[in-house]
């Protein structure tokens, strides 16, 4: 799996994908408010889940060793 998020245009297919499948997924024919609201903040939490990933694991990791 790592290789293939190398790719980006490989990482960009699957991001799209995924929001396709996820859009089929809580489709409805009547807004609705509440399935809207639960996918807000679902979005919601994985945004802010991903940000600390990025900025506390990847960050430290990703640092070059002193010269």
Same mark, same amino acid.
């Given at each position: 799996? @790592?290789?293939?998020?190398? &790719?980006? &245009?490989?990482?960009? !297919?699957? !991001? ?8 089929a997924i809580?489709h $409805?024919?009547?807004? &609705?408010?509440?399935? /809207? *609201? =639960? *996918?807000?903040?679902f979005? @919601?939490i $994985?945004?802010?889940? *991903?940000?600390y990933?990025? &900025?506390?694991? =990847?960050i %430290? /990791?990703?640092?070059? %060793? %002193?010269?």
């Amino acid at each position: 799996m @790592g290789k293939l998020l190398e &790719n980006l &245009n490989a990482t960009l !297919g699957i !991001g799209l994908v995924l929001a396709i499948a996820l859009m089929a997924i809580f489709h $409805v024919d009547e807004v &609705n408010a509440s399935a /809207v *609201l =639960q *996918l807000h903040v679902f979005f @919601g939490i $994985v945004w802010i889940g *991903l940000l600390y990933y990025f &900025n506390f694991v =990847q960050i %430290p /990791v990703r640092r070059s %060793p %002193p010269s």
